[in-house]
Every structure is written in structure tokens, then in C-alpha cells.
């Protein structure tokens, strides 16, 4: 009787702990949610460049089907063309709403790998632990910090559900259709990045595996492959994938460098940067000495786990031990055709890395939940001692060194020049908002090689119509290259120190025209006004004024040049052009005197009344 009542209590707590589980859910995918936000905060996109400036650039220039097939590219990507046809449409010219769509990206990507790490590992925590170590990772710098990081998720989210799926398949009964949604999202990411072509081995290895004799399982990956083949060979005229930088893999391809390549991908997975400055932020023999012990310690936490898991293996009876290994196979093959894929090219990029990681956190999930199988899920503490113990060992001793590593990210190759282009999207649009189109803005340097492109493309992205009209980037030596500053001028500086621009129109403008009285922006006058001018190359300055009001006779204006003597210009017209001679690039004092002044001026901005409007010009 007592057996029979600890029984129902048992099936009854059970039961109720599942009624409420989503509650569980919820607050783990806040926690990965507010972590994602948390550890990408202080990266932003305020002006785009290179290829995302490119990108942007097509979307307004390209009808919709231009945009998503491009016929005759080196690449076609339509799947990720149409997710970035669609982003672009909503963001518009809110540049600034880049980054945080990438960061509610990256954390729907932990909030699937803490649902397939928690039914893997058949634990929660576990499962949190896996999307948290995903956000935290170094390589999320380009999902995050470029806008063609869409790319790269939608390529992650899909071969990872690959697996996942593939997964299911070889281990559970009546997974066909999963396993038939895994050859389409195959098919699919193929034309978000075409490196995961790569991964077709994983379909015929399962097949082995499951020894199915089912013709259409045997078909589905085969279409799949040859639907992508034929795809390219139409639209881009090859089945070779392009490589990186402009390059073509046919071209590059080394066996040694590939084999190089494996290895330091392999080493990035364990947290080890294998690589140079410009690719990493810091390679691991300049990282400091805590940081390297911080990684070779939650490597150890690893290598228990991996210890435990083999001994595991080692014990197990013979069908368990094909079935584990089986799993083995099919999670190693993942990872090491994700490495093999990134291989193949002229340089290793962290990015490419993610996706290995994501599969490595999730094979330590499922040897998790294989060393605790004959554990209830009830006895929590059983279950987390020693291997949920050492899982969550690996992530918080990560924590600070992949804060570290996020740390180095301006010694990144494209960094720099992100910053940049963010302080002069701040510097212009930033600070003038629309009254910014329409302006000659002068940039003092050219040691950032902006190319033409990039100069004639850069502000139409902040203006709703998407051309920017009689906007124009001009690059000069110093301020001896244009005349007096204009309201219809903005004057920039680089400031490389700080890989970004300083706006100086308003120290320029007081150099070339510092007023003393009575003259102001919008070129009126008053009465009496006293100036200093910076002549320009010739030494000559032009003055054109206008008298808006009805003359009377007599009306004159008295200039006097530095020391000497001053002249009267009768004024017989509305406008009146004077010309005064200088030594080239010298500072001139004028002060001027007017015997009439506007009558009905609605207005008074001085001491004195407001007499003309000049308009000066120092050439």
C-alpha cells in the first residue's frame, strides 16, 4: 500500500513538473537572451563598407530579381540573397538596426542549440550551457559586427539542424521525413554559403549506418547534390566554389596548407588561437599567461569528460557500443567536414569555426547525457556530479578568456576599418542629419584608402531616396586646398590614432574667417562689422554684395585693409563685386562701415542694424 501511494506521488510530481516546464524554458532562453545582448555590447554598425556597403549598394540599384539570382556571378546565394533583400527592406537607411537584429539572431541560434543540447544531454542546465558557451565564443565577431553576418547564421542554423535531424534519423524509428527535411536543408544551404556542399558524405554515411534498402532515402541527398550542381553550372557557369578574398579554390589549393589549415581550425575549437594577429585578435603565443592557463584548464574539464565517456565506451556491451560509435562517426564527420570545407582556401577566418564549435558543444551534450543514462532525472545532484560538474567547469573558466579575446577585436583585419567608417557616419549624418545631403564634405588624408566606390555610395545609405543628391567626398592635403568655409561645406579630418574622423568644419571655418563683429553665417551684415580673412593661393579675395533694399543715393561702403588706408565703394546697384589683393595665404583684417542700413529688417542681431548680405570668396 505505501509502495503503491510513493508511486502515484512519484508519477504525480512528474506530471506537474511537466505542466510547468515551459517556465523553465522561458527563463533559460531570457538568461541566453540577456547574455547575448550582455557580451555583444559596445560593438556597432553605424556606416557600412566593403562588402556590406556593396550589398546595400545592389539592393538599391537591382531590381528584386537582379538582387536574389545573379545570373553569371561568382557565386549564387539566393537563399541568402532573399533574407538580405528582406532585411534591407525593413532597416532601410537605420543602419544602427543591424547589429541588434544579428544579436536576436545569434541567441534564437543558442535558444535551438539549448533545445538540442537539452534533449541530447536530457538535461536543462546542460543545454543552457551550450547556448551560453556559443555566445560567449570570440568567432560570433562577424555574425555580430557585419551586416553580411546573416550569412553566416543562416548557414550555421541550417547545417546544425542537419545534423540534428541526421541524428534523429540514425537513432529513432519513423524519422524518415526528418531525415527527408535534412536533404532539403541541404539543398538549401548550399545557396546560403556553397562550403557546406561539403557535408553530402554525412548523408551516405548514415545511410550505411542505418542500412536502409529504401530506394528514396538512397535518391533524396543524390537529387539534392546533383539539383545543386546543376543549379550553378547554369546560373555562375561552375561547380567550384570561389574562394576567399577574390580568389578561386581551383587556383589556391595546397594539400600541406589545407592539412595546416585543419589543424589550426581543430586548435580553435579548443579555444587555442592558431593563427595570425589580423585573423584573431591575438595569437596564443602573445596571449598573456593567465589567459593560456584559463584555456588549458577548461580543456582538462573536456578531457575528463572525454576520459569518462571512453571508459564508458570501453564497458559497454557490444550493440551499445556500434550504437555509440555509430554517433561517434556521425558527429566527428559533421565537424571535420565543416574544417575540411574551410580548409581549402588562402586563410582560416574564426567565423568559420562557429559551426564546428556549435557541433563540438553539442557532442559534449550528448556524451553528457550517455555517462548520465542510468541516472533518473530526478536525482539532479547525481546527475551533476562529476561530468555536469565538469561541463560547467569548461564554460566558466572560457568566460574570461573569451572576454579577453572579444577584447582584442580592433587588431581584427576588418575592425579598423568598421570604426572608421562608424566615426564618419557619426562625424556627418550623426551630428547634421538630413541637412548633411547636398554638402562638399573635404577630408584631410588619405592614408585610408577610401576607394571611389566607397566615397560616392557612403552617404546615399542614410538618405531615404537612396542617391544623396550633390553630396560629394572630396580628399585634400590640408586647408590651404579650399577657401573660406560655407554652410554648403563640411571639413574632416582622420584621426588614425583613434581609426576615425574628426569633424573640424567649425575650427577651419574661424581659421579661414574669423569674425569679430557684426558678420554672421548667412552671410548678412550689420552696419559696422570687423573680420579677419585667411587669402588663398593668389592672394585675392572677391567680395560680392548685395543690397536687398531700395536705394536712396549717396549709400557707400568704407573698407579698411589691415593698416592701411581705408577706400569707399559707392553702392549704385543691388550687387556690387570688389576685389582686394593680398599675399597669398596671408591673414587679412577687414572692417567695414556702411552709411545705410535695411530699413524694414524685421530683425536686429547686434549693437547695430543689418546693412547688406556679402558673400566672400579667397582664391
Same mark, same amino acid.
Request: net charge neutral.
Given at each position: 500500500?505505501?509502495?503503491?501511494?510513493?508511486?502515484?506521488?512519484?508519477?504525480?510530481?512528474?506530471?506537474?513538473?511537466?505542466?510547468?516546464?515551459?517556465?523553465? $524554458?522561458?527563463?533559460?532562453?531570457?538568461?541566453?537572451?540577456?547574455?547575448?545582448?550582455?557580451?555583444?555590447?559596445?560593438?556597432?554598425?553605424?556606416?557600412?563598407?566593403?562588402?556590406?556597403?556593396?550589398?546595400?549598394?545592389?539592393?538599391?540599384?537591382?531590381?528584386?530579381?537582379?538582387?536574389?539570382?545573379?545570373?553569371?556571378?561568382?557565386?549564387?546565394?539566393?537563399?541568402?540573397?532573399?533574407?538580405?533583400?528582406?532585411?534591407?527592406?525593413?532597416?532601410?537607411?537605420?543602419?544602427?538596426?543591424?547589429?541588434?537584429?544579428?544579436?536576436?539572431?545569434?541567441?534564437?541560434?543558442?535558444?535551438?542549440?539549448?533545445?538540442?543540447?537539452?534533449?541530447?544531454?536530457?538535461?536543462?542546465?546542460?543545454?543552457?550551457?551550450?547556448?551560453?558557451?556559443?555566445?560567449?565564443?570570440?568567432?560570433?565577431?562577424?555574425?555580430?559586427?557585419?551586416?553580411?553576418?546573416?550569412?553566416?547564421?543562416?548557414?550555421?542554423?541550417?547545417?546544425?539542424?542537419?545534423?540534428?535531424?541526421?541524428?534523429?534519423?540514425?537513432?529513432?524509428?519513423?524519422?524518415?521525413?526528418?531525415?527527408?527535411?535534412?536533404?532539403?536543408?541541404?539543398?538549401?544551404?548550399?545557396?546560403?554559403?556553397?562550403?557546406?556542399?561539403?557535408?553530402?558524405?554525412?548523408?551516405?554515411?548514415?545511410?550505411?549506418?542505418?542500412?536502409?534498402?529504401?530506394?528514396?532515402?538512397?535518391?533524396?541527398?543524390?537529387?539534392?547534390?546533383?539539383?545543386?550542381?546543376?543549379?550553378?553550372?547554369?546560373?555562375?557557369?561552375?561547380?567550384?566554389?570561389?574562394?576567399?578574398?577574390?580568389?578561386?579554390?581551383?587556383?589556391?589549393?595546397?594539400?600541406?596548407?589545407?592539412?595546416?589549415?585543419?589543424?589550426?581550425?581543430?586548435?580553435?575549437?579548443?579555444?587555442?588561437?592558431?593563427?595570425?594577429?589580423?585573423?584573431?585578435?591575438?595569437?596564443?603565443?602573445?596571449?598573456?599567461?593567465?589567459?593560456?592557463?584559463?584555456?588549458?584548464?577548461?580543456?582538462?574539464?573536456?578531457?575528463?569528460?572525454?576520459?569518462?565517456?571512453?571508459?564508458?565506451?570501453?564497458?559497454?556491451?557490444?550493440?551499445?557500443?556500434?550504437?555509440?560509435?555509430?554517433?561517434?562517426?556521425?558527429?566527428?564527420?559533421?565537424?571535420?567536414?565543416?574544417?575540411?570545407?574551410?580548409?581549402?582556401?588562402?586563410?582560416?577566418?574564426?567565423?568559420?569555426?562557429?559551426?564546428?564549435?556549435?557541433?563540438?558543444?553539442?557532442?559534449?551534450?550528448?556524451?553528457?547525457?550517455?555517462?548520465?543514462?542510468?541516472?533518473?532525472?530526478?536525482?539532479?545532484?547525481?546527475?551533476?556530479?562529476?561530468?555536469?560538474?565538469?561541463?560547467?567547469?569548461?564554460?566558466?573558466?572560457?568566460?574570461?578568456?573569451?572576454?579577453?579575446?572579444?577584447?582584442?577585436?580592433?587588431?581584427?583585419?576588418?575592425?579598423?576599418?568598421?570604426?572608421?567608417?562608424?566615426?564618419?557616419?557619426?562625424?556627418?549624418?550623426?551630428?547634421?542629419?538630413?541637412?548633411?545631403?547636398?554638402?562638399?564634405?573635404?577630408?584631410?588624408?588619405?592614408?585610408?584608402?577610401?576607394?571611389?566606390?566607397?566615397?560616392?555610395?557612403?552617404?546615399?545609405?542614410?538618405?531615404?531616396?537612396?542617391?544623396?543628391?550633390?553630396?560629394?567626398?572630396?580628399?585634400?592635403?590640408?586647408?590651404?586646398?579650399?577657401?573660406?568655409?560655407?554652410?554648403?561645406?563640411?571639413?574632416?579630418?582622420?584621426?588614425?590614432?583613434?581609426?576615425?574622423?574628426?569633424?573640424?568644419?567649425?575650427?577651419?571655418?574661424?581659421?579661414?574667417?574669423?569674425?569679430?563683429?557684426?558678420?554672421?553665417?548667412?552671410?548678412?551684415?550689420?552696419?559696422?562689422?570687423?573680420?579677419?580673412?585667411?587669402?588663398?593661393?593668389?592672394?585675392?579675395?572677391?567680395?560680392?554684395?548685395?543690397?536687398?533694399?531700395?536705394?536712396?543715393?549717396?549709400?557707400?561702403?568704407?573698407?579698411?585693409?589691415?593698416?592701411?588706408?581705408?577706400?569707399?565703394?559707392?553702392?549704385?546697384?543691388?550687387?556690387?563685386?570688389?576685389?582686394?589683393?593680398?599675399?597669398?595665404?596671408?591673414?587679412?583684417?577687414?572692417?567695414?562701415?556702411?552709411?545705410?542700413?535695411? $530699413?524694414?529688417?524685421?530683425?536686429?542681431?547686434?549693437?547695430?542694424?543689418?546693412?547688406?548680405?556679402? $558673400?566672400?570668396?579667397?582664391?
Amino acid at each position: 500500500m505505501e509502495k503503491k501511494q510513493t508511486r502515484k506521488y512519484t508519477i504525480g510530481f512528474s506530471r506537474m513538473e511537466k505542466k510547468y516546464e515551459w517556465k523553465d $524554458h522561458v527563463i533559460f532562453m531570457g538568461l541566453l537572451l540577456a547574455l547575448a545582448v550582455w557580451v555583444n555590447r559596445g560593438i556597432e554598425i553605424k556606416g557600412l563598407y566593403m562588402d556590406d556597403l556593396y550589398f546595400w549598394s545592389c539592393y538599391g540599384e537591382q531590381s528584386f530579381l537582379e538582387y536574389v539570382f545573379p545570373m553569371g556571378s561568382t557565386r549564387f546565394r539566393f537563399l541568402y540573397y532573399l533574407a538580405a533583400w528582406l532585411e534591407m527592406a525593413v532597416v532601410q537607411n537605420h543602419t544602427g538596426l543591424f547589429v541588434p537584429i544579428n544579436i536576436l539572431l545569434n541567441a534564437a541560434l543558442s535558444w535551438m542549440l539549448y533545445g538540442i543540447g537539452r534533449r541530447l544531454a536530457a538535461s536543462k542546465g546542460v543545454g543552457f550551457l551550450c547556448g551560453a558557451m556559443f555566445l560567449i565564443s570570440r568567432m560570433a565577431y562577424y555574425q555580430i559586427g557585419q551586416v553580411l553576418g546573416l550569412m553566416e547564421t543562416m548557414a550555421l542554423w541550417m547545417a546544425i539542424l542537419i545534423l540534428w535531424y541526421l541524428y534523429r534519423y540514425l537513432n529513432e524509428e519513423g524519422q524518415q521525413r526528418r531525415y527527408f527535411i535534412a536533404c532539403g536543408l541541404y539543398f538549401g544551404v548550399c545557396f546560403v554559403h556553397e562550403r557546406y556542399m561539403a557535408l553530402i558524405p554525412l548523408f551516405l554515411l548514415v545511410l550505411l549506418f542505418k542500412r536502409t534498402r529504401k530506394l528514396w532515402e538512397w535518391l533524396a541527398p543524390a537529387i539534392s547534390f546533383l539539383a545543386v550542381q546543376l543549379i550553378r553550372t547554369l546560373t555562375i557557369g561552375s561547380v567550384l566554389p570561389a574562394g576567399t578574398g577574390g580568389t578561386q579554390v581551383a587556383d589556391t589549393f595546397s594539400i600541406s596548407r589545407s592539412i595546416r589549415f585543419a589543424l589550426s581550425q581543430a586548435a580553435y575549437v579548443f579555444g587555442i588561437n592558431a593563427g595570425p594577429e589580423h585573423l584573431n585578435g591575438q595569437p596564443w603565443s602573445e596571449s598573456p599567461w593567465l589567459i593560456r592557463g584559463l584555456v588549458i584548464l577548461a580543456d582538462l574539464m573536456v578531457a575528463a569528460l572525454v576520459v569518462g565517456f571512453l571508459i564508458r565506451l570501453v564497458k559497454s556491451g557490444k550493440e551499445e557500443r556500434q550504437s555509440l560509435l555509430k554517433n561517434i562517426a556521425l558527429f566527428l564527420g559533421f565537424i571535420a567536414m565543416c574544417i575540411a570545407s574551410s580548409s581549402v582556401t588562402i586563410r582560416v577566418e574564426m567565423r568559420w569555426v562557429y559551426v564546428s564549435l556549435a557541433a563540438a558543444l553539442l557532442f559534449m551534450a550528448w556524451m553528457y547525457g550517455v555517462l548520465t543514462a542510468d541516472v533518473k532525472k530526478e536525482l539532479y545532484l547525481k546527475r551533476l556530479w562529476p561530468w555536469g560538474a565538469a561541463f560547467a567547469c569548461y564554460v566558466i573558466l572560457m568566460l574570461p578568456a573569451e572576454l579577453f579575446y572579444r577584447a582584442q577585436y580592433p587588431n581584427l583585419y576588418l575592425w579598423p576599418d568598421q570604426l572608421r567608417y562608424n566615426s564618419l557616419a557619426e562625424e556627418t549624418y550623426g551630428r547634421y542629419g538630413d541637412s548633411l545631403f547636398g554638402k562638399n564634405i573635404y577630408i584631410i588624408g588619405s592614408s585610408y584608402k577610401m576607394s571611389d566606390f566607397t566615397a560616392r555610395t557612403f552617404f546615399k545609405v542614410f538618405d531615404k531616396e537612396r542617391t544623396a543628391e550633390g553630396t560629394s567626398v572630396e580628399f585634400i592635403d590640408s586647408i590651404r586646398d579650399i577657401g573660406l568655409v560655407d554652410s554648403r561645406m563640411l571639413v574632416l579630418r582622420e584621426d588614425p590614432e583613434h581609426n576615425g574622423f574628426q569633424d573640424i568644419t567649425q575650427f577651419v571655418k574661424e581659421i579661414k574667417l574669423n569674425v569679430e563683429y557684426g558678420y554672421y553665417d548667412d552671410g548678412w551684415m550689420d552696419e559696422h562689422a570687423s573680420l579677419t580673412v585667411m587669402a588663398g593661393e593668389t592672394g585675392v579675395i572677391d567680395l560680392e554684395i548685395i543690397y536687398p533694399g531700395v536705394m536712396s543715393g549717396g549709400e557707400g561702403i568704407k573698407i579698411t585693409k589691415d593698416q592701411d588706408e581705408p577706400f569707399t565703394i559707392p553702392v549704385r546697384s543691388t550687387v556690387v563685386n570688389q576685389t582686394i589683393e593680398a599675399e597669398p595665404w596671408q591673414m587679412v583684417h577687414l572692417t567695414f562701415d556702411y552709411n545705410f542700413y535695411m $530699413h524694414n529688417a524685421q530683425e536686429q542681431r547686434g549693437k547695430d542694424r543689418l546693412a547688406a548680405i556679402v $558673400h566672400m570668396t579667397a582664391r
